[in-house]
């Protein structure tokens, strides 16, 4: 069936380190790919998708690229700052398979010290 | 923000209670989905919607039923608490299926004692 593999955490870094993390996913289909943050306490939002093999999505200096060759999509930011703790979801979603609902990772706990 | 809000926002209740959460959404989506969050696990889908009275099974829809009578409304019911029902509830909402957007609300945690 169609998964998603991240990273596992936590991942700890120093203010304005690269961040990578990566997710890899298995998937029938013809998937989109979505990477969803979490701030504590809150709910998911939005970080950034790509719905084709090569797009680039791109948010809040976050980028992402769709590789299908290596069914990846690993998260990359060239600076982090401490407000970019959070958890940190990879997700897909496969058109016409269990009614577009999303399939996510475990999630990456991502914690940043000044 | 998408206009989507979750009642209660905290609850502790006993083993063999009644448990219903609300989802209410100000979007005019077609599509809601109850998830829930467990360490370890990420995000599991446990019911969802595609319309009103439209409802289908997730990946962990036992011991949970859900109902949707209005297009702004769908409730989740725990026929019988048990304790590993306790989690914390996500709902989500989205205009279409696929690679469509899904937006969340702010979260139900429920303590099942």
């Known amino acids: 069936g169609d998964s998603v593999t991240q990273m596992e955490g936590p991942v700890t870094l120093s203010e304005e380190a690269f961040l990578t993390i990566n997710c890899t996913y298995t998937?029938?289909?013809?998937?989109?790919l979505f990477w969803y943050v979490q701030y504590p306490g809150e709910g998911l939002q939005l970080l950034l998708k790509a719905t084709k093999a090569d797009d680039k999505g791109s948010n809040k200096g976050f980028e992402a690229t769709y590789r299908k060759e290596t069914t990846s999509f690993h998260l990359e930011k060239g600076s982090v700052q401490v407000s970019d703790s959070a958890v940190y979801f990879c997700a897909l979603s496969v058109y016409g398979g269990s009614q577009g609902n999303l399939i996510f990772g475990k999630g990456t706990k991502l914690s940043v010290k000044p | 923000d998408a206009g989507i809000t979750q009642s209660p926002r905290h609850k502790v209740t006993e083993t063999g209670t009644p448990v219903t959460l609300r989802c209410h959404q100000t979007?005019?989506?077609?599509?809601m989905y109850w998830y829930r969050q467990d360490p370890g696990h990420g995000l599991r889908l446990i019911h969802y919607?595609?319309?009103?009275?439209?409802?289908d099974k997730g990946e962990v829809s036992d011991g949970y039923s859900v109902s949707r009578s209005k297009t702004e409304d769908f409730l989740l019911t725990l026929e019988s608490a048990t304790s590993s029902q306790t989690s914390v509830y996500f709902c989500?909402?989205?205009?279409?299926?696929?690679?469509?957007?899904?937006?969340f609300g702010p979260g139900t945690r429920l303590l099942v004692l």
């Open positions: 989500a909402i989205s205009e279409s299926a696929g690679d469509e957007t899904q937006y």
């Open positions: 919607s595609y319309g009103v009275k439209d409802t």
């Open positions: 998937a029938t289909g013809y998937p989109s």
């Open positions: 979007e005019n989506h077609r599509y």
